[in-house]
T-cell receptor, first 112, second 116 residues
C-alpha cells in the first residue's frame, strides 16, 4: 500500500535552476496539494487540485507551477530556484472533502 | 481568515511525565481539528482528529477534546516515552463547501523532546 509517494527525498539545486518534485498517490483521491514547511512557520499551502485538469493557488504560490493531467499525479515545478525556496515540501491527498488528508514523506530541497 | 496558535517550543520532559501542548484556533463555524506528528526525518502522520464540539480524539495514549466554548484542542498524554520525541502540529480544516473544505491551516509546530 504505497499511499502518497514523493520523489526525490533530497535535492540540492543551484540558484536559477529548474526542477520538478514528483507526487503520486494510488488511492484514487480527487484532492491533492503541496505544502512547504519552514522553521517556525508550520506548513503553508502552495497549490492544490480538486481533480484532473483543475488546479488553484494556495497561500504561497509564487515561483511554483503545477498541473494535474491524471488523478494519480500532481508534480510541483520550480521554474527558477531561489534560496528562499529552501524548504521541506509535502504532498498531500484526500478522497473528498471531509475525509482524512494523507501526507507524503516529504522532499528536502536546498537551493544554494 | 482561519488561524491556529499553538504553544511555543521546544518542550523537554522526562520520561513518564505528563504532556500538554496547547492549541487554540480562530475560524468561522465548526471546523474539523487535527493533531499531526512528525518524527525526526519523517513526514507528517495523522495522530488524532475531532470533527465536532465535545468530540475527543485519541490515539497511542494521546488525547484531545474539541472545546468550542474556548476554541481549543489541547493535546495531552499521561505518561510520555522517549519514542514520543517529535514535532507536533495542530491543524484545522474549515467547514466549507468546495475546495476550502480540503485545505488545512497549521500551527507552527511544537518540538517535544523526552529524556530518559
Amino acid at each position: 500500500n504505497a499511499g502518497v509517494t514523493q520523489t526525490p527525498k533530497f535535492q540540492v539545486l543551484k540558484t536559477g535552476q529548474s526542477m520538478t518534485l514528483q507526487c503520486a498517490q494510488d488511492m484514487n483521491h480527487e484532492y491533492m496539494s503541496w505544502y512547504r514547511q519552514d522553521p517556525g512557520m508550520g506548513l503553508r499551502l502552495i497549490h492544490y487540485s480538486v481533480g484532473a485538469g483543475i488546479t488553484d493557488q494556495g497561500e504561497v504560490p509564487n515561483g511554483y507551477n503545477v498541473s494535474r493531467s491524471t488523478t494519480e499525479d500532481f508534480p510541483l515545478r520550480l521554474l527558477s530556484a531561489a534560496p528562499s525556496q529552501t524548504s521541506v515540501y509535502f504532498c498531500a491527498s484526500s478522497y473528498s472533502a471531509g475525509n482524512t488528508i494523507y501526507f507524503g514523506e516529504g522532499s528536502w530541497l536546498t537551493v544554494v | 481568515g482561519d488561524s491556529v496558535t499553538q504553544m511555543e517550543g521546544p518542550v523537554t520532559l522526562s520520561e513518564e511525565a505528563f504532556l500538554t501542548i496547547n492549541c487554540t484556533y480562530t475560524a468561522t463555524g465548526y471546523p474539523s481539528l487535527f493533531w499531526y506528528v512528525q518524527y525526526p526525518g519523517e513526514g507528517l502522520q495523522l495522530l488524532l482528529k475531532a470533527t465536532k464540539a465535545d468530540d475527543k480524539g485519541s490515539n497511542k495514549g494521546f488525547e484531545a477534546t474539541y472545546r468550542k466554548e474556548t476554541t481549543s484542542f489541547h493535546l495531552e498524554k499521561g505518561s510520555v516515552q522517549v519514542s514520543d520525541s517529535a514535532v507536533y502540529f495542530c491543524a484545522l480544516r474549515p467547514l466549507a463547501r468546495g475546495a476550502g473544505s480540503y485545505q488545512l491551516t497549521f500551527g507552527k509546530g511544537t518540538k517535544l523532546s523526552v529524556i530518559p
